[in-house]
């Protein structure tokens, strides 16, 4: 179910960014939320455009709809609004940032006598060489229009590109951080906005995690210090909608995604509270990470895998959720091979 969007009418939401995908949360075995849908292209849309005004980013709209040119989609090209999310693996609580898919979960605690909800918002991460780490976090601090104080390696990439950046960068339109920010218990990360948004949904980023300016403003206003944050990589995602087991794949991250030296000297310095993973080499192939989300999403319940469907949905690796698999009833195990 979805509670985001204001009852507007259509003209409105063409031309409006949608500033929260917020869903209630399915009820016991179901993990998928949202649904895919398809919008008519304007003259004057891009791909970009569009998928701002859905909340989506630039790699899910992209993928979505190969072939269509992303600066000139043209007028009466139907575009697929990929809005459809298995949830990620693991506890459904605090944020949630899976970097294989840019995108985070936000999962705040539920009020007493309402159903408990679940925010999704499109995200930046960092490039291959100022990679976003992994690992289980907490937000240690929030501010309203920040002032950016780049650290000495950022100014020295920009000197040597002729683009000197100041010891601070106050508020303002040409601070990078956009008008808020929340600081995470890794030193050095930040959650914040952006002054460029049509880079959010790529691999752009010295490490920290970008959002559209409206998906930050929302999300400051509904989200708390001490927040847990669990940062992690995973481009398979099983899980049930009904008796149907549904996958969704993402391409894999072209390069290993472990915390730098220097952040684990920080930590160590700090004892900050994080949780460090054991570097993820990403030495797996996407059949591998399909299988290890289907023991995980059967270990209490028995079902079966298409494989030749399973195949076929990793060859796309376009990020739509697919049924790939059913439950098997009164079996005492799962048959991942069959």
């Known amino acids: 179910m979805r509670n985001g969007i204001p009852s507007l009418a259509a003209w409105l939401l063409a031309i409006t960014p949608v500033y929260a995908d917020v869903f209630e949360l399915p009820p016991e075995g179901y993990d998928v939320i949202g649904s895919v849908s398809t919008i008519t292209a304007r003259y004057e849309d891009t791909l970009v455009d569009i998928a701002r005004r859905h909340g989506l980013g630039y790699t899910d709209v992209v993928l979505a709809n190969p072939g269509v040119d992303v600066w000139v989609p043209g007028e009466g090209t139907e575009i697929i609004l990929p809005n459809r999310y298995v949830l990620p693996p693991g506890p459904r ?165 472990p915390l730098v030296q220097e952040t684990v000297e920080h930590l160590e310095q700090l004892d900050a509270d994080v949780e460090l993973p054991e570097p993820d080499p990403n030495s797996k192939d996407p059949l591998t990470y399909v299988t290890e989300q289907f023991i995980t999403a059967t270990a209490e319940r028995a079902g079966r895998l298409d494989w030749d469907g399973v195949e076929e949905l990793v060859r796309r690796s376009d990020g739509i959720p697919q049924a790939v698999g059913s439950g098997i009833k009164n079996a005492a195990t799962s048959a991942a091979f069959e």
């Open 93 to 257: 609580q605090g944020l949630v940032l899976n970097l294989a898919e840019y995108r985070m979960y936000y999962f705040p605690e539920p009020r007493a006598g309402e159903p408990a909800y679940v925010y999704t918002y499109p995200m930046s991460i960092g490039r291959m060489d100022w990679e976003t780490p992994l690992g289980k976090t907490r937000i240690v601090a929030m501010a309203r229009n920040p002032a950016w104080y780049p650290p000495q390696s950022v100014r020295d990439e920009h000197a040597a590109d002729g683009d000197p950046l100041p010891r601070v960068v106050p508020p303002g339109p040409q601070n990078p951080l956009g008008t808020r920010a929340l600081r995470l218990g890794l030193p050095g990360y930040l959650i914040h906005g952006t002054n460029r948004p049509a880079g959010v949904g790529m691999r752009v980023s010295h490490g920290c995690v970008r959002m559209f300016p409206e998906d930050i403003e929302f999300l400051f206003e509904h989200i708390a210090v001490n927040t847990p944050v669990r940062i992690i990589n995973v481009p398979a995602k099983i899980g049930w909608d009904g008796e149907a087991l549904v996958a969704e794949v993402h391409p894999l991250l072209e390069s290993p995604q």
